[in-house]
Every structure is written in structure tokens, then in C-alpha cells.
């Protein structure tokens, strides 16, 4: 093989020749169209690295024998198993626990995401698939599956797009019931399945019906992840966002009334471009009135291809990033505190995903909250 790489390396196709042998109509991070294009000496990281013989995305995944075939000089043949990103199953580290894609791509464009441009429109995999797939981890001993989409509250939306460009499309409307709900519900009839778990959702196509899915379906879990970034509406619209902190709120209101222990975890970016001391204290009592289990805080970093980096200059210091991002981190500490302590003395199912340091399993409540126990305390048959 390697003598193979090296004849491909030094052969006409090389990179310096990129120019040339670029994908045929393909620029920079646009996604191939054929097998014709997979010689794609256009990309960028070819000049980061002198040891790189082809690249290619996770969608891509259908042309990696025809790129091997090249480099080996030998046809080796192709399998089924690569010919779609949707279909690839995901490494099963834990018997217990299984991620199953449901979506791929985005449609939203955030200002400070990348992932529109390099993964495509969104695309949603057949529901009897999905259905299947669950259903043979589910014989193979699994006990519970996270269904994977960038955005998987709008699942399916390609045969309903009449509903997604309505206004009956908000979380307030009762009536309203989406393909992902649909897909729930199908899941959650599987025999010897117990939980059921997502990510991640989006505030803005967030409905009704999703939201009460984790109170409805009985093995739904009571957590979800979904995505504030920010709690200032000003940043929220520079960031291309299509919710507010008031919808946002509104949400995790209603599901905390259903259930005061219901777990919800979230993104932040702070320092995001012309984000002001005001700006930022927005987000501040929204971290403070929230009181999310977990939060990913982010600094804001220019990313080549996104929108805010064209369109918006990083103008925050390193420093101050920093410190808005301890501030937040200093709030979520507490409120995790705090959260925490609401489970105390309560007996919980916990779902053992391996082993912890010192003689421990570590294992996760139905609403998200790690628990380490001493393996004498947990039977063979727990």
C-alpha cells in the first residue's frame, strides 16, 4: 500500500498540481457529486500537511473504495455498508447504549457554523430503517438509543415542507404532529427497548408534540439538549438564531412544570463579534434563571467559511473571553449544585455504561445525572 501512496504522491495528480486536478466543479468545501470528482486537490488541508494523499466527508463515505481502488492500483471491490452516510452504523463501545443516526446536514445557517456548507441540506433517513436498526440492537442486548441529527426536531421535513413553511409550526400548537414525533412513537413500541434519548434540537422548530413525547411515551427520558447560544436577542439575530430567550424560556418552563427534575443542558458562545458588557449580562441571568444541568460554553473562534468570519470582525480580546466565559462557568457551577442536590436521598434506575476509577461503575439516571457505584453494591443481574 504504501508503495502504491508514493507512486500516487509523486504522480502527476500530486498537489502541486492542484489547479488542475481540482474536483471537477467543486471549490473549496463544496461536496462531491461523483466518483469523477474524487481527486480533489482543491482542499485546503493539503497545504497543512505534506502527508495527506486524499481527502473526504463523512457524506462522502460512498466514494472511499473508489478512492482506495486509485490509490492501490487494484479494484477492491465495494460494500453496501459504504454506500451512504445514513446507513453507517456507529461503534457500540457499550453493549447497553446505541447511537443511531437518524439526519444529516442543516438547513439553519448560524452565522458561526460551518456545518451547512460542508454536510449539505438536511436529509433525513427513512423511518422503517431507523426502526430497523433499533430493533436489531435491541435483540443484540441494547437497552437504550440516542437518535443523531443536527437538528432532529425537523426530522422528516422533506415530505411535510407545506407544514415547516407555516405558521401552525410552534411549540404552542397543540395540534400540530411532526414526522420525529411519528418516529417516536414507533420507537417506543419496541419490545425490550427502555430508553430512549435525542440530540440535539433547535429552539426555534422546537413543538408541542416533542416536548410532550418525554411525558407521553414511556420510555422517553426527561432530558434534553438543546441549544440558548446566547440570552441576548440582539446576539441571537447577528448569529442568524431564530428564537428569542423568551421562546426559549418559555420552553424549558413548561417542561420543568411538567417534572422539576426534567434535566436540560444547552450551548453557549460568549464573545461572539460587537457582543457588548450588556449583551453579555443577558446571557448572564439567563444562565442564573434557567439553571441548566450542564452547559457547553464556548469562546468564540473565526472559523474560515462561516458567515461571521466573512462578515464580522473577532473584536472581543482573548482575555475578555475569558473572562465571560469564567463568569458563566462560575453560574453553571452552581446551578449543577444546586440541581444535583434535588436527587439526593431519591431512588433512581441507573443504566451502567462501564467501569469507573477505584473499584466503580458508572452508570446515568433516566434524567442524565452520572452515578459512580462500588462494584460490591451492584449484582450481576442489575
Excluded at 415530505?159 to 404552542?172: D, G, P
Excluded at 395540534?175 to 417516536?184: C, D, G, H, I, N
Excluded at 428564537?243 to 418559555?250: E, G, I, L, M, S
Excluded at 473572562?323 to 436521598?345: C, F, K, P, Q, Y
Aim: net charge negative; with cysteine; charged share 30%.
Amino acid at each position: 500500500m504504501s508503495e502504491h501512496i508514493s507512486r500516487l504522491q509523486a504522480s502527476p495528480f500530486a498537489r502541486d498540481d492542484r489547479k488542475k486536478y481540482k474536483r471537477h466543479g467543486a471549490e473549496k468545501i463544496t461536496l462531491l457529486a461523483s466518483s469523477e470528482s474524487v481527486l480533489n486537490y482543491d482542499d485546503e488541508l493539503f497545504l497543512r500537511s505534506e502527508t495527506i494523499d486524499f481527502t473526504f466527508r463523512i457524506e462522502e463515505v460512498a466514494f472511499v473504495t473508489k478512492i482506495l481502488s486509485l490509490i492501490s492500483g487494484e479494484d477492491i471491490g465495494n460494500d453496501a455498508k459504504f454506500n451512504e452516510y445514513l446507513a453507517v452504523k456507529q461503534l457500540q463501545e457499550n453493549p447497553s447504549s446505541a447511537n443511531i443516526i437518524i439526519q444529516t446536514g442543516c438547513d439553519n445557517f448560524c452565522t458561526f457554523c460551518i456545518v451547512p456548507h460542508t454536510r449539505g441540506r438536511e436529509t433525513s433517513r427513512p423511518q422503517d430503517e431507523i426502526v430497523a436498526e433499533i430493533q436489531d440492537v435491541v435483540t443484540a442486548g441494547t437497552k437504550e438509543v440516542t437518535l443523531l441529527g443536527q437538528n432532529v426536531n425537523s426530522y422528516g421535513k422533506e415530505s411535510r415542507a407545506k407544514l415547516w413553511n407555516s405558521e401552525e409550526l410552534t411549540w404552542t400548537n397543540k395540534e400540530v404532529k411532526t414526522p420525529f414525533r411519528e418516529l417516536l412513537d414507533e420507537i417506543n413500541i419496541i419490545k425490550g427497548l427502555d430508553r430512549i434519548r435525542f440530540t440535539s434540537s433547535n429552539p426555534h422548530d422546537m413543538t408541542r408534540d416533542i416536548l410532550d413525547a418525554h411525558f407521553e411515551l414511556s420510555k422517553m427520558c426527561h432530558y434534553l439538549h438543546f441549544a440558548l447560544q446566547s440570552g441576548s436577542d440582539t446576539m441571537l439575530k447577528k448569529m442568524n438564531r431564530k428564537h428569542t430567550y423568551a421562546d426559549f424560556k418559555a420552553q424549558v418552563d413548561y417542561l420543568r412544570s411538567k417534572d422539576p427534575l426534567f434535566s436540560i443542558s444547552t450551548d453557549i458562545i460568549v464573545g461572539f463579534p460587537g457582543e457588548t458588557e450588556e449583551e453579555f449580562q443577558a446571557t448572564v441571568t439567563a444562565m442564573r434563571e434557567c439553571q441548566f444541568d450542564f452547559a457547553f460554553i464556548a469562546r468564540y473562534n473565526p472559523r474560515s467559511g462561516t458567515v461571521a468570519t466573512e462578515r464580522f470582525a473577532d473584536d472581543i480580546s482573548p482575555e475578555e473571553k475569558a473572562r465571560r466565559w469564567t463568569i458563566l462557568n462560575d453560574i453553571l457551577r452552581e446551578s449543577v449544585h444546586t440541581r444535583n442536590a434535588l436527587m439526593v436521598g431519591r431512588a433512581e434506575e441507573i443504566l451502567i455504561s462501564g467501569e469507573g476509577k477505584d473499584e466503580t461503575w458508572v452508570g446515568r439516571t433516566r434524567n442524565w445525572k452520572e452515578v459512580f457505584l462500588e462494584k460490591c453494591a451492584v449484582s450481576h443481574e442489575s
